[in-house]
């Protein structure tokens, strides 16, 4: 009599716990023994449950898993992962845009949710892609999306770590043009012939530098005010703009100046005989047997105007119009404070290359602070000044 084939059974669940014994015990005749449909945990096939929604993200056939029942979970918790991922994907694209690009509300949300979706797509597809993967091409299998996985995370946590960071960035890189914008319906900050700030304002950008530093230097004094200062002016000849023009000796303007009502403390002592708002290559000055905080600003031509006032709060500051810093004199003069100013063109065009040995050399000054300056619109007006002699004028009106 030939002999009945038979099925052997596995003695363990998946998970390790033993199973029941079969009737008859382990091995049963194929053609006398058919399993009976798995009972299925109440609510697990109801169409819209959560746990059954959760696991569709990540590829579960719910078919096949009613034979596994007690996989159910760390399923669920797979999808739940997966959905996650995809959220935060949502929300760093539009923490992205509405912090850094300033778009609307209404054009972010649909976008943000949009990428969301790709992001769950795409993570469900490199999850379920590798269900029944073998051990031979388990390596080929994951290597290229492990790769995939570490770019989607770098794109999906950047814009959040800014976000949540912002705060603390802000704090060494200063943008004065808000108080400049406040500050300008009450008089002119800046030159009408000249693509630069006058002593005005100059003095709005020195009081919000100064309340920065003090916050990481509290024993930098505070900045002076306005009732330390008488308002005068002057007439000059055109500055820059008009001598682009050719008009330099033809224009005039109204210089409008802040003079100090007590005497300067500090002394420029390099170059000697110089003046802090000399255009030289490196200007020092002291506060004689001053022991303030010590500086060094690295520096363009709007400090020009900033120089006498910033040299009244630290008992030494160097000043090095230079767009890079010099490592040899931060390391020489072991600031407290570290300056950079520069325009929005070469605060973004240019990076400090030295900047990191730098500050090693120094021991890590307190704070390093960017100072960012806007242009005069009166740029804009130059750019397009295809005009006789008598309509550039009015321009600067």
């Not at 609510?43 to 719910?62: P, T």
């Not at 770019?151 to 770590?161: D, K, Q, S, T």
């Not at 002016?233 to 100090?260: N, Y």
Request: aromatic fraction near 8%; include cysteine; hydrophobic fraction near 45%.
């Amino acid at each position: 009599m030939p002999e009945t084939p038979t099925i052997e059974l596995p003695v363990q669940r998946a998970n390790g716990t033993p199973r029941p014994a079969s009737p008859g015990g382990a091995s049963l005749p194929l053609n006398s023994y058919r399993p009976r449909r798995p009972t299925t945990r109440p609510g697990s096939r109801q169409r819209f449950a959560l746990g059954r929604r959760l696991r569709a993200v990540a590829g579960v056939d719910e078919e096949l898993l009613d034979w596994v029942p007690e996989e159910r979970a760390r399923y669920t918790r797979l999808g739940a992962i997966i959905l996650n991922t995809g959220l935060l994907a949502g929300l760093s694209l539009a923490t992205a845009l509405t912090t850094f690009l300033h778009v609307s509300l209404w054009i972010v949300l649909p976008v943000a949710l949009v990428w969301a979706y790709v992001i769950v797509s795409f993570d469900g597809w490199l999850i379920a892609s590798t269900h029944g993967v073998l051990s031979r091409s388990k390596w080929r299998m994951f290597l290229p999306r492990l790769v995939i996985s570490l770019l989607m995370g770098a794109a999906i946590a950047e814009p959040l770590v800014l976000w949540v960071f912002d705060a603390a960035i802000h704090k060494n890189v200063l943008d004065v043009r808000q108080a400049m914008m406040a500050a300008r319906d009450k008089e002119r900050l800046y030159h009408k012939t000249d693509t630069h700030w006058n002593q005005r304002g100059a003095f709005i950008a020195y009081q919000e530098m100064i309340k920065a530093i003090r916050e990481r230097v509290p024993a930098v004094p505070p900045p002076l005010t306005r009732d330390d200062f008488e308002s005068t002016s002057r007439i000059l000849l055109g500055q820059d703009l008009a001598g682009m023009m050719g008009l330099k000796r033809s224009m005039q303007e109204e210089d409008l100046r802040l003079t100090p009502k007590q005497p300067r403390r500090y002394v420029v002592i390099e170059p000697k005989g110089a003046y802090a708002t000399a255009g030289e290559p490196r200007i020092v000055t002291e506060i004689p047997g001053s022991t303030l905080p010590r500086a060094v600003m690295f520096r363009d031509s709007y400090t020009s105007w900033l120089a006498p006032f910033l040299s009244e709060h630290f008992s030494r500051i160097v000043y090095l119009w230079q767009n890079d810093f010099d490592a040899a004199v931060v390391e020489q003069e072991a600031p407290d404070v570290v300056i950079q100013t520069s325009p929005d063109d070469l605060l973004t065009d240019q990076a400090p290359s030295s900047a990191p040995n730098a500050l090693d050399a120094a021991n890590k000054p307190n704070v390093t602070v960017a100072i960012r300056v806007n242009r005069p619109s009166v740029l804009m007006k130059l750019s397009s000044a295809c005009v006789p002699a008598s309509g550039v004028a009015e321009m600067f009106q």
